[in-house]
Structure formats: C-alpha cells, structure tokens
C-alpha cells in the first residue's frame, strides 16, 4: 500500500515563509514527476509545481520567482520552499505522486497567510 504524508503546513504572516515536505512510502515503482497542487476556498484545486526525476521544474505563474520545488529520489519525498507568502496563496496543499499507472494524493496540509 502507497501512502503520500505531507507536512510543514501552517499560519504565517503575509511576506513569511514555510517549507512543505512529502514522503512516499510503500510499495512504489517507477516514480516519475512528483509535485504540489493547491485548493482555496471555494476554489478548483490548481497545480503550484512540479519536479521531474531528473530535476525538470514547472512552476504556476503566480508562484514562479518565490516557491522552490526540489526532491530526494533516494527518499521518494518532495519538498516546496514557500517565500514571500501572501494571503492569495492560503490553501490546502496536496502533494502528488505519478508513476506510469497512478497518480497518487496525499490528504493535504493547511497553509494559512493572515495579512
């Protein structure tokens, strides 16, 4: 059984900064691109960024320039540096992991920045 944790989530202020982490456990082959996706309230899930196994990165516009994605292959896990944190960018955050036959989510973190 696969199990995707995230953690590192919680209440900064506007301008503050957070580093979100994901660990992949279980019975896992061939992970591919490994990422973070979000959902505000009242909002559709939307992808923030993205790791390939070699490193390739995506970034959301609204992200690029102030979030940091990176990945420990060794350790299946994923990290997403977050800087400059504003209210716009309070939202649950699911991590995902993609092998060829599934993608797989985790339950997701709350990040909340208060103004």
């Known amino acids: 059984q696969v199990q995707v944790a995230e953690s590192g989530g919680g209440l900064v202020q506007a301008g503050g900064s957070l580093r979100l982490s994901c660990a992949v456990s279980?019975?896992?082959?061939?992970?591919?691109?490994m990422g973070w996706s979000r959902q505000a309230p009242g909002k559709q899930r939307e992808l923030v960024a993205t790791?390939?196994?070699?490193?390739?990165?995506y970034y959301a516009v609204s992200v690029k320039g102030r979030f940091t994605i990176s990945r420990d292959n060794a350790k299946n896990s994923v990290y997403l540096q977050m800087n400059d944190l504003n209210p716009e960018d309070t939202a649950v955050y699911y991590c995902?992991?993609?092998?060829?036959?599934?993608?797989?989510w985790g339950q997701g973190t709350q990040v909340t920045v208060s103004s």
């Open positions: 995902h992991a993609q092998t060829p036959v599934y993608k797989y």
């Open positions: 790791i390939s196994r070699g490193g390739s990165t």
């Open positions: 279980g019975s896992i082959y061939n992970l591919n691109d």
